[in-house]
């Protein structure tokens, strides 16, 4: 992961060669801020952030200071210090994890004043979750972008619990969004759009240390987002076959009930895609294979949805990514399939040609005459060249054993037409004269090299 700043995209590595975007500029940007409503940063006095979380404010609206391992609250910060010199204090904390640790008081003192006045902020947050979640959820989401980078995992990640929830009510019951018009009021879409990056930032957080609950977290929020069953991805695990996996992808995207007709939504949607792909096949090396199917289906998706919306290029680059995926995973002969695609879909893309050829030889390399056969079928049908009715003679050649042609004419004939088109794509064919001389050469009585 190149970047650690949770409230833009993470890359992961899938081992895809080049830029892992297309498309234009698709820097990441950072999530939009939102009005905070009445509510102001307040000069409240600082006080422990851990004894903020999930501590009630009594009576006169003070929130009491707690402390997590004794599982106690205490008037006065005073009577607080006292208590952390304790022995009894000082068992309780060895024997507690880690995250639930006071700071140390003397750390306080060092707190950025941004995250001095985004903790008082909180304090009324919580206070006003229940009954106007929507400026709860626009103070807290504030907040968390402000403690992310100065304050404790476990502060943010109870704060995007917190702002979470606040969403998921405003989501369920429409009343709760706030008087339209009205500062703290949230439409559909920018609720949506949040909970999105609220969920991804929550994803991303969990990434650092708990990479199952992260996946977890990264699947549940593309699925919140598209309006699809999560369950629904798993079938790509069960079936194992990159065929079923696009015929899911396309029953997927077609159901997804959102139109996402404007430009920043297609982006936001495909960008959360590659993202989720990205984080659950690099989970997977080390938590469980079914991540990696979930993360073909979720690439399929991409593709079928970036194709829908027009966007070519983009769609271009999943299935080279679904390629990097097959081929990182080991599955290089499911990777082959993924001409198919490049063909169906793809011909005028750059590169689109070598992929087809690299798919062919790697079908070959892997002595599987039926998939290299299958592919060059199709190929040749439409876009048919000297380089690929080479490889179907050789194909066909091979099938029927035909050791005089494959002893004496092979390589003649593919030095002719490699002579022949010396202005083409020299690309391919270095690939396929590569592959006659050394992966192929079994199948000849000869060395390409005794006919020069």
């Given at each position: 992961m190149a970047n650690t700043n949770i409230f833009e995209p993470f890359v992961f590595e899938t081992g895809t060669a080049g830029?892992?975007?297309?498309?234009?500029?698709?820097?990441?940007?950072?999530?939009?801020?939102?009005?905070?409503?009445?509510?102001?940063?307040?000069?409240?006095?600082?006080?422990?952030?851990?004894?903020?979380v999930d501590t009630p404010l009594d009576s006169t609206g003070v929130p009491s200071i707690y402390c997590a391992p004794c599982k106690k609250k205490f008037s006065s910060e005073a009577t607080f210090e006292a208590h952390l010199q304790s022995d009894k204090h000082k068992k309780s904390a060895r024997q507690a994890p880690s995250s639930s640790l006071p700071a140390s008081p003397?750390?306080?003192?060092?707190?950025?004043?941004?995250?001095?006045?985004?903790?008082?902020?909180?304090?009324?947050?919580?206070?006003?979750?229940?009954?106007?979640?929507?400026?709860?959820?626009?103070v807290l989401w504030n907040i968390a972008q402000d403690i992310?980078?100065?304050?404790?995992?476990?502060?943010?990640?109870?704060?995007?619990?917190?702002?979470?929830?606040?969403?998921?009510?405003?989501?369920?019951?429409?009343?709760?969004?706030?008087?339209?018009?009205?500062?703290?009021a949230w439409s559909a879409r920018s609720l949506l759009k949040t909970m999105?990056?609220?969920?991804?930032?929550?994803?991303?957080?969990?990434?650092?240390?708990?990479?199952?609950?992260?996946?977890?977290?990264?699947?549940?929020?593309?699925?919140?987002?598209?309006?699809?069953p999560i369950d629904s991805l798993d079938i790509a695990e069960r079936d194992r076959n990159p065929t079923k996996a696009w015929a899911l992808a396309d029953q997927l995207v077609n159901s997804i009930p959102r139109k996402f007709a404007k430009s920043e939504d297609i982006d936001q949607a495909t960008g959360a895609m590659e993202e989720v792909a990205a984080a659950l096949f690099a989970f997977s090396k080390t938590e469980s294979n079914t991540l990696l199917w979930r993360s073909v289906a979720i690439t399929s998706m991409a593709h079928v949805f970036a194709l829908q919306k027009e966007r070519t290029d983009v769609a271009?680059?999943?299935?080279?990514?679904?390629?990097?995926?097959?081929?990182?995973?080991?599955?290089?002969?499911?990777?082959?399939?993924?001409?198919?695609?490049?063909?169906?879909?793809?011909?005028?893309?750059?590169?689109?040609?070598?992929?087809?050829?690299?798919?062919?030889?790697?079908?070959?390399?892997?002595?599987?005459?039926?998939?290299?056969?299958?592919?060059?079928?199709?190929?040749?049908?439409?876009?048919?060249?000297?380089?690929?009715?080479?490889?179907?003679?050789?194909?066909?050649?091979?099938?029927?054993?035909?050791?005089?042609?494959?002893?004496?004419?092979?390589?003649?004939?593919w030095t002719q037409i490699s002579n022949a088109n010396a202005a083409c794509d020299r690309h391919i064919y270095d690939l396929i004269e590569s592959a006659v001389q050394r992966e192929l050469r079994p199948l000849m009585w000869y060395s390409p090299a005794e006919t020069n």
């Open positions: 830029d892992n975007r297309a498309g234009g500029d698709r820097t990441p940007k950072k999530p939009d801020r939102v009005l905070a409503g009445s509510l102001s940063p307040s000069s409240t006095k600082l006080v422990n952030p851990l004894a903020l003397k750390s306080k003192s060092k707190l950025h004043p941004v995250v001095q006045g985004a903790l008082s902020s909180m304090k009324k947050a919580q206070a006003l979750a229940t009954k106007d979640p929507a400026v709860a959820a626009t992310a980078q100065f304050g404790e995992d476990f502060v943010t990640r109870t704060v995007l619990d917190s702002a979470l929830s606040c969403m998921q009510a405003m989501d369920a019951n429409t009343d709760l969004r706030g008087v339209k018009g009205s500062p703290g999105l990056e609220c969920q991804l930032a929550r994803a991303r957080l969990e990434s650092r240390s708990n990479k199952q609950l992260a996946a977890s977290l990264y699947a549940d929020a593309l699925c919140c987002y598209l309006g699809i271009f680059l999943a299935v080279r990514r679904l390629v990097a995926l097959f081929d990182s995973a080991g599955l290089g002969h499911f990777s082959s399939e993924c001409a198919n695609l490049v063909i169906d879909h793809h011909m005028q893309q750059p590169g689109s040609r070598a992929m087809v050829a690299t798919a062919v030889v790697n079908s070959l390399r892997g002595h599987d005459l039926v998939r290299a056969s299958c592919i060059l079928q199709k190929y040749n049908y439409r876009f048919e060249e000297p380089w690929s009715r080479f490889l179907a003679q050789l194909v066909g050649k091979t099938a029927d054993a035909d050791t005089i042609w494959l002893s004496t004419d092979a390589w003649k004939l």
